[in-house]
């Protein structure tokens, strides 16, 4: 079993960043294709970006395209997601996820999941 811990939420102001950091443990041969979703309020869960086979393919949803970037330290076992120029439509919780035969690019592709990290980006 994979254990995923997501850091680095917060609140920030529209235009500000922040960095998401996932941490794997336990049986991380399972953690080569990885990825990020995020769920708002009402709203259904969302993909935002995935990478396979540890950075030689990322994907990123069109709604964050050129906003952030998605990126894997493989010493560490640590998945990032780097977002910039944030807007109030990207607050929601965002978690970290990885696909045991697929790469998670959506929920039914997603073998395991953290717990979530809230993001708020005010007006």
């Known amino acids: 079993q994979v254990r995923l811990v997501e850091s680095g939420g917060g609140l920030v102001q529209t235009g500000g960043s922040l960095r998401l950091s996932c941490a794997a443990s336990?049986?991380?041969?399972?953690?080569?294709?990885m990825g990020w979703f995020r769920q708002a309020p009402g709203k259904e869960r969302e993909f935002v970006a995935a990478?396979?086979?540890?950075?030689?393919?990322?994907y990123t949803a069109e709604s964050v395209k050129g906003r952030f970037t998605i990126s894997f330290n493989n010493d560490k076992s640590v998945l990032f997601l780097q977002m910039n120029s944030l807007e109030p439509e990207d607050t929601a919780v965002y978690y970290c996820?990885?696909?045991?035969?697929?790469?998670?690019?959506?929920?039914?592709?997603?073998?395991?999941w953290g717990q979530g990290t809230q993001v708020t980006v005010s007006s």
């Open positions: 996820a990885t696909g045991e035969n697929r790469v998670p690019t959506t929920v039914a592709a997603v073998s395991s």
């Open positions: 336990g049986r991380t041969s399972g953690t080569l294709r």
């Open positions: 990478i396979s086979e540890i950075g030689s393919t990322s």
